[in-house]
C-alpha cells in the first residue's frame, strides 16, 4: 500500500476530486492547511497599510492507495491541480505499513 499526499491550490479542490473519481479512488481526506514553498507568501493592502501574508492557504489530500494506482493517481492530480503559476502545489508518496477498516477488520488493499 501507498499512502499519497498532495499540496494543492484551495480552489483546484474540485477538480482533483473529479480527476480522482474518475480513475476509481473512492476515498480521500482533506485538510485545509497553510503554507508556503517558493513564493514565500505575498503582500496585501489593507485600508491603506501594507502588510504580508506568510503563510498561504493550502488544500492537503491524502489517499491511500494500491502501489498499481499511484501513477495513475499522480497524473490525475498534477493535470487536475496545473495553473502553471508558482505554488500549484507538491505530491508526496509514502509507503503504508499496514491499512485496517476499523468496521469489518479487513487489512491491506481491502481495507481501503
Same mark, same amino acid.
Given at each position: 500500500?501507498?499512502? %499519497?499526499?498532495?499540496? *494543492?491550490?484551495?480552489?483546484? %479542490?474540485?477538480?482533483?476530486?473529479?480527476? +480522482?473519481?474518475?480513475?476509481?479512488?473512492? $476515498?480521500?481526506?482533506? #485538510? =485545509?492547511?497553510? /503554507?508556503? $514553498?517558493?513564493?514565500?507568501?505575498? #503582500? =496585501?493592502?489593507?485600508?491603506?497599510? !501594507?502588510?504580508?501574508?506568510? +503563510? %498561504?492557504?493550502?488544500?492537503? %489530500? =491524502?489517499?491511500?492507495?494500491?502501489? !498499481?494506482?499511484? @501513477?495513475?493517481?499522480? @497524473?490525475?492530480?498534477?493535470?487536475?491541480?496545473? #495553473?502553471?503559476? *508558482? $505554488? @500549484? $502545489?507538491?505530491?508526496?508518496?509514502?509507503?503504508?505499513?499496514? #491499512?485496517?477498516?476499523?468496521?469489518?477488520?479487513?487489512? /491491506?488493499?481491502?481495507?481501503?
Amino acid at each position: 500500500m501507498k499512502m %499519497l499526499i498532495a499540496i *494543492i491550490k484551495p480552489f483546484k %479542490l474540485d477538480a482533483v476530486r473529479e480527476a +480522482l473519481s474518475d480513475i476509481g479512488v473512492q $476515498g480521500m481526506t482533506v #485538510t =485545509e492547511v497553510r /503554507g508556503f $514553498g517558493r513564493q514565500k507568501g505575498h #503582500t =496585501e493592502l489593507y485600508r491603506g497599510a !501594507e502588510y504580508t501574508v506568510d +503563510l %498561504l492557504p493550502k488544500i492537503k %489530500l =491524502e489517499v491511500a492507495l494500491a502501489p !498499481e494506482n499511484v @501513477d495513475k493517481a499522480i @497524473d490525475a492530480i498534477a493535470k487536475a491541480a496545473k #495553473t502553471g503559476q *508558482i $505554488g @500549484d $502545489g507538491k505530491i508526496f508518496v509514502y509507503d503504508l505499513g499496514q #491499512t485496517v477498516r476499523i468496521r469489518t477488520g479487513e487489512s /491491506g488493499v481491502n481495507a481501503v
